[in-house]
C-alpha cells in the first residue's frame, strides 16, 4: 500500500481466496488489473504479481518479458518547449504491460469460447434428431457453461467500454509521463534552491563553493518550500489531467482489444440464440407429439363408446323374459348386424364433427 499508494479496498480485489470480476482500475502510481488468472499491480516500472507459479501466470511474464526486449527500441523525448512526446512506436511500460493481460485475458476467453462452440453444434443437432434425457441433460450442462461464460466476457466487455467512455481514468493511467512530469518538478525545484547559494547579497555571482543545505537552516527552509510548491504545483496539474493528457494511445489499445473481447461476446450470443432456437423447435416437437396422443386418445374414448353399445344390447337382451325373437334362429345374426351398423354410423358421425370442428387432421 504504501509503495503504490493504493488503498486497501483495492488490494482486495487480488485476494485469491475472493472471487472478484474483470476489473481495471487507474490510480495515482498503479493501475490495479484483475481479468480471469491475470491479478497484478502495474507501476510505471514493474509488475508485481499473483500466483507467478500458475503456468498461466508464467505464459503473461515470459510473452511480456519478450515484448520488452523487442520494443527496446523506443524512445521518450523531449521537444524544445519542454513537451514530452513519444516515437510513433512507442508504448510506455505500463501500456505494454496492461497490453499483455488484456491479450491474455482476451485469447484465453476466446479459446473457451471456440471450444464451446465446437462441443455445442454437434451436441444440438443430436438432441434435435433424438430426444433423450441424456442428451437433454448435456444440453443442460452446456447451458450452464455458456451463461457463466457470458458473463465473464460481457464483464470484461464492459469494463473496457467504461474505461473508454472516461478520459479521466485513462489519462490516470499515464504513470511514466506523471513520473517524469514528477521527477522534473522535483529536480527543477531542487536546482533553483540550491542555485540561490550561489548568490551574493549584492546579486553578483559568489566564487565561493554553494553552502550545503544541511548546516545552513534558511537554505534548508529554502529548499522544502520549493519542494512543497513544486508538489502541490504536481498535484493542480495530476487533478485536470483529463484535460491536458493524450489519451489516444491507450484508446486505440482499448478499442482493439474490446473489438477482440466483442467478437468473441458475438460468438456466444450466437450459440445461445442456436440453443434457443434448438429449444423451440424441441418444443414445439413435443407439442406435436402432445397433439397427436390426444387425438389417439380421442379416438379410442369414441371406439370405446361405440364398443359400450354393444354391452348395452346384451344388456337388455340377456334379462329374463320371453319374446318370439328368441324363437327366430336368425335373430343373433341380426342383432349383430344392426348394432355393428348402428355403432359404425355413430363412429363415422363422431368422426365427421371432430373433423367439421378441426379438432384432427383427418
Request: aromatic fraction near 10%; proline fraction near 3%; charged fraction near 25%.
Amino acid at each position: 500500500m504504501r509503495r503504490c499508494d493504493l488503498p486497501a479496498r483495492d488490494l482486495r480485489l487480488l485476494d485469491p481466496l475472493f472471487v472478484y470480476p474483470s476489473t481495471i482500475l487507474g490510480r495515482e502510481k498503479a493501475i490495479v488489473v484483475n481479468l480471469e488468472q491475470i491479478r497484478c499491480i502495474i507501476t510505471a516500472d514493474e509488475v508485481l504479481l499473483l500466483n507467478s507459479l500458475d503456468s498461466y501466470v508464467l505464459q503473461y511474464v515470459v510473452e511480456l518479458q519478450r515484448r520488452l526486449k523487442a520494443a527496446g527500441g523506443g524512445e521518450v523525448w523531449r521537444s524544445e518547449g519542454g513537451e514530452l512526446k513519444t516515437s510513433p512506436d512507442y508504448l510506455p511500460f505500463e501500456f505494454r504491460a496492461l497490453e499483455v493481460a488484456l491479450e491474455a485475458a482476451c485469447t484465453f476467453l476466446d479459446t473457451q469460447a471456440a471450444e464451446l462452440e465446437i462441443e455445442a453444434y454437434p451436441l444440438l443437432d443430436e438432441l434435435t434428431s433424438k430426444i433423450s434425457t441424456l442428451n437433454l441433460e448435456r444440453v443442460r450442462r452446456l447451458k450452464s457453461r455458456l451463461v457463466a461464460l457470458t458473463r465473464r466476457v460481457q464483464k470484461v466487455r464492459d469494463e473496457i467500454e467504461q474505461l473508454m467512455d472516461d478520459d479521466g481514468d485513462m489519462a490516470e493511467m499515464y504513470l511514466t509521463e506523471k513520473k517524469s512530469r514528477m521527477d522534473s518538478l522535483f529536480y527543477g525545484a531542487e536546482q533553483h534552491s540550491v542555485m540561490t547559494g550561489y548568490r551574493s547579497n549584492d546579486g553578483q555571482q559568489s566564487i565561493s563553493a554553494p553552502v550545503s543545505p544541511v548546516s545552513s537552516v534558511p537554505d534548508s527552509r529554502k529548499l522544502e518550500k520549493a519542494f512543497s510548491i513544486a508538489k502541490s504545483r504536481h498535484d493542480g496539474m495530476s487533478s485536470s489531467a483529463s484535460a491536458t493528457e493524450n489519451i489516444e494511445e491507450l484508446e486505440m489499445l482499448l478499442e482493439a482489444y474490446f473489438v477482440v473481447i466483442d467478437s468473441s461476446l458475438n460468438k456466444l450470443t450466437s450459440l445461445k440464440e442456436y440453443i434457443d432456437d434448438t429449444e423451440d423447435f424441441i418444443n414445439i416437437q413435443l407439442d406435436n407429439v402432445r397433439n397427436q396422443l390426444i387425438q389417439f386418445e380421442l379416438i379410442l374414448t369414441t371406439a370405446t363408446f361405440v364398443v359400450a353399445i354393444f354391452g348395452v344390447v346384451a344388456g337388455i337382451f340377456g334379462m329374463n323374459f320371453m319374446i318370439p325373437l328368441f324363437d327366430s334362429p336368425t335373430a343373433f345374426t341380426w342383432v349383430l348386424v344392426i348394432t355393428g351398423v348402428t355403432g359404425a354410423i355413430i363412429f363415422s358421425s363422431f368422426l365427421w364433427f371432430f373433423r367439421y370442428k378441426r379438432l384432427m387432421p383427418l
